[in-house]
């Protein structure tokens, strides 16, 4: 996939080079040189510090900026071929390499995402800082919005940087006080609606979404902002009540910034009356732009005119802010809908990372991220469009710009980071992992809240050669014990296999509770009983100081034998008489061996009658039952034991 996102962006820029010049431009193979080591360098670090990260989101992005570089050259060819100067493509082409680095860097130092979670009102300070820029001395405002500071001769759009700071502080902020703003509040019409004071968070952001608008005229990033923190906060509560609720503050901010703002009262003049001629004509603040772009689309018609075709130069901006009507020219309707499904691919891959991993805050912030990549193309497409007015941002990774591109390489970054969380194995033992000499797995140690902390974990040792594992740092002395039996399925969903004949096995954990209880307990203490010991002194009421042999989960029975499995008579007698068993008869896969004492005869042994499982009969039944072997939940009593000396078979 990789390689063929180089052909995308590389084929692009020759067909351009050729249909324009005629021959390729002197750097064309030092530059797409350069553009193959970007990418294959940071494949090679994702396979080294990330090596389950998803497959897709880097080849997507690497096609994205290709297309944008040949399309952005399209338009330096033309301006050159008229006898101007115009040398865009060659420094979005660094800034591009500028961003990889930076992602490649941000790759090998965050280790893990969950480091983010600290950082949370961290995070609300810098976005608000940096979105405040703009209205400091060394903001600048062009053709009417004040989104720009200007740093060293750099011009520098600190909004791209603000939305990566207000993903991490939503979703920080929101992993916390998701309970308090899901389940709290009275229900209106059908619909849950938050108490008031809960209702704090979000009038605050839409009070700053708001001054952005006012003060800095700026309508995309508003729109983005608040979008942004609404659709979080609907993936932390799943509260339909708060999309409601986010839509009539967004319509209210609206309808106020076009009664007061003369900016926004101009855009939506232009969008209203495209194509009236003395809003046409309007310079500033007409539809001159608008209308040229649709233009530009009808002459690419369905499949486009072709690269290194068309009048790109007649549109302006075509190459930032308006670059997806160049593409509709060059490529047509098909082309573009191709490149909306790359868009929709990549935010596919975020929202499946989200619903992949295992912590809150790993889920809000690539739900998050996804999302904001989302809103902003539609508001861009949709502006241009005339879906809804016109903004002021750009489309991620195509459009020229270095601040746009440096925080969309950002944002694809983290999610690489955190999908490498969502498809690594996980650390607990799962089915056909244990194998008949052992395998190591290594395990992270595990909060109070039960979320795994970061750290250096160490090896956790499963299969006949030990009962215990290895504690890892941070864990307690005792380590995680590894058990042979489980609940019932009527109150746990955990399953228990047998995974080979030498006894080895392992466990599912599908219920919160999992191993609770067993972590750092002594099993060989004499109060460490629950149902399934086979020891047979545990019959009786008083258990005489005997010692387990086996721990299983407390006051869960024995797992249901199998049907030509031998099963122990909870009655003792005076002798044994073994049942030879039938020669066709398969081995058991696993056996938990009993342990005689001389105070306890040693029980019977006969054939399985039924699949049921065998409750403890211990002083008090575990399962409900009387101290006659017959459960509460067992359909099938237990008959009594045969006279010694004959076979119940």
Do not use: C
Request: charged content about 15%.
């Amino acid at each position: 996939m990789l390689l063929l996102a180089f052909a995308l962006g590389i084929g692009a820029y020759a067909t351009v080079s050729m249909r324009v010049d005629g021959s390729l431009p002197g750097d064309f193979y030092l530059q797409s040189a350069g553009i193959i080591v970007l990418g294959l360098g940071m494949h090679l670090v994702l396979r080294w510090r990330a090596p389950y990260a998803d497959q897709v989101i880097l080849p997507i992005a690497v096609a994205l900026n290709g297309i944008g570089l040949a399309a952005i050259y399209r338009y330096d060819a033309t301006k050159i071929a008229a006898g101007g100067e115009s040398d865009l493509a060659a420094g979005q082409l660094a800034l591009s390499g500028v961003a990889v680095i930076l992602a490649v860097v941000l790759v090998v130092w965050l280790r893990d995402h969950r480091a983010l979670r600290g950082l949370t009102y961290t995070a609300m300070v810098v976005g608000l800082v940096l979105v405040m820029l703009p209205l400091t001395p060394i903001g600048t405002e062009v053709y009417g919005a004040r989104i720009w500071i200007n740093v060293a001769g750099f011009s520098f759009q600190p909004a791209e940087i603000a939305k990566i700071a207000f993903a991490i502080f939503f979703a920080g902020y929101l992993v916390t006080n998701r309970d308090t703003l899901a389940l709290a509040g009275p229900k209106v019409l059908g619909l849950q609606l938050p108490r008031l004071r809960d209702l704090g968070p979000i009038m605050l952001v839409w009070v700053a979404s708001l001054a952005i608008l006012v003060f800095e005229n700026d309508f995309g990033t508003s729109l983005l902002f608040f979008g942004l923190f609404v659709v979080v906060l609907y993936i932390a509560t799943e509260r339909v009540s708060w999309i409601v609720i986010g839509l009539g503050l967004l319509a209210a901010g609206a309808t106020f910034a076009i009664l007061t703002v003369s900016h926004i009262q101009q855009r939506m003049e232009g969008w209203l009356h495209t194509f009236d001629q003395t809003v046409y004509d309007k310079d500033p603040g007409g539809s001159f732009q608008l209308a040229q772009g649709w233009f530009s689309l009808a002459n690419g018609g369905l499949f486009g005119t072709g690269w290194g075709a068309g009048y790109p130069q007649l549109v302006p901006f075509s190459y930032s802010d308006f670059i997806y009507t160049a593409l509709g020219e060059q490529l047509g309707l098909t082309g573009l809908l191709a490149i909306l499904a790359l868009y929709l691919v990549l935010v596919e891959r975020g929202l499946r990372t989200a619903i992949g991993v295992r912590d809150g805050f790993g889920k809000l912030l690539a739900g998050g991220l996804a999302f904001a990549i989302a809103i902003q193309v539609f508001v861009v497409v949709g502006g241009i469009t005339r879906l809804i007015p016109l903004t002021g941002l750009t489309l991620p990774f195509l459009a020229q710009g270095g601040s746009s591109v440096l925080a969309n390489w950002i944002i694809v970054a983290l999610l690489l980071r955190v999908s490498d969380a969502a498809r690594r194995p996980s650390a607990l033992p799962v089915r056909g992992q244990v194998a008949a000499g052992g395998i190591v797995h290594h395990v992270e140690t595990v909060d109070a809240v039960g979320e795994p902390d970061v750290g250096k974990a160490s090896p956790i040792v499963v299969g006949p050669g030990g009962r215990r594992a290895q504690a890892a740092e941070g864990a307690d002395e005792q380590g995680t014990e590894l058990v042979p039996v489980i609940g019932d399925s009527e109150n746990s969903s955990d399953e228990i296999r047998d995974d080979d004949a030498t006894g080895a096995v392992a466990v599912d954990h599908a219920t919160a509770g999992g191993l609770a209880g067993h972590d750092g307990a002594d099993p060989d203490s004499a109060d460490h009983n629950s149902a399934g010991h086979d020891s047979a002194d545990h019959n009786s009421a008083d258990h005489d100081g005997a010692e387990p042999t086996e721990s299983t989960l407390d006051g869960a029975p024995d797992p249901a034998p199998a049907a030509d499995e031998p099963v122990a008579s909870t009655t003792p007698v005076p002798s044994i008489t073994p049942v030879p068993r039938p020669p066709s008869a398969p081995t058991p896969s696993a056996s938990v061996p009993s342990t005689p004492t001389p105070s306890t005869p040693t029980p019977s042994v006969r054939p399985a009658t039924d699949a049921s499982p065998a409750p403890a009969s211990d002083t008090a039944n575990p399962d409900g039952g009387d101290d006659t072997g017959t459960s509460s939940t067992d359909d099938h009593p237990r008959p009594p034991a045969g006279p010694p000396g004959r076979s119940d078979a």
